[in-house]
């Protein structure tokens, strides 16, 4: 059994309540619904679903009242004061999504110790930042894994798994109508990793602040189109077309999103091996950071380094 520690799972953005840190934790240790509305906790993205191998043994936030109130829901053994005490008398760590693109610093300690980390997505804010964080990990000696679920969901393996049929993969398109870029631009962009796999090379941003329009220059060929709109302009959701000489896969309903990628996390824990490497990890963020500064710049085109 995985002993994890996990951090930045009280809150998002500043709002009680962490909606990855509800999940993660419901699906380790499970949860108590009538504690949680006895405290007035928001519990939005716990769930019934189960993860087996792992347990939250301990939490940590600098709000530890907050800490305390999801001890008592979640079943947790203990709140540490500080990301270090976190990192003691465990096996693992989670940094869950707190909105906070400098959240990574909370793992540092445990990345120091060599234990293997989920940093939830995004890994950071800039590709410069995320190269620092893989190289405090490779230092340590700390197997790393961060991405969003939408990479582990039903729908991408689906995805990954009708490719063969398909012939020459020339087209992938990406419609969502989840929110700002900022904060939900990871996703899509980690949909394409998940099924495509890395090789951008450079990337042009033909939209503006509330609807941003992705081109994606790969080494493979495949031209990728990312349509990632605020929630204001089109209906919230999601698809995905991946377009090949011999047909066509549409994805739509994603199924669930965290249990698989959780579970690669639980198996990393248990060999070692990242399930991504650390340059396809950096790459992401590189191309997410790309996308907003081609817009900032009136669409130029920004190679991927």
Known sequence: MVKIGITAACRFEGNKGCHHGNAFSSMFNGWDK????????QSGGASDLRIEGGHVAKIYDDNREQAEIMQQVYGIDEVADSPAALADGVDAVIVADSGEFDKWQLAVPALQKGLPVFIDK???????????????????????????????CAAAIGAREA????????LMTATAGQGQYHVYGIHPTEMVYGVLGPGTVAVRNLGREDRDILHLQRTDGVQVVLNMFWREVIAGGQQYVVCGSKGWHTLGELGAVYQNMMGAFVEMCNTGVQPISSVEMVEVIKVVEAGRLSREQGGEEISIA
């Open 34 to 41: 009538a504690k949680a509305e006895e405290l007035g906790w």
């Open 122 to 152: 995004p890994l950071a804010e800039t590709g410069a930042q995320a190269q620092e964080i893989v190289d405090i990990a490779a230092e340590g000696g700390a197997p790393l894994m961060s991405c969003s679920g939408f990479r582990w």
């Open 163 to 170: 490719l063969p049929d398909l012939g020459t993969i020339e």
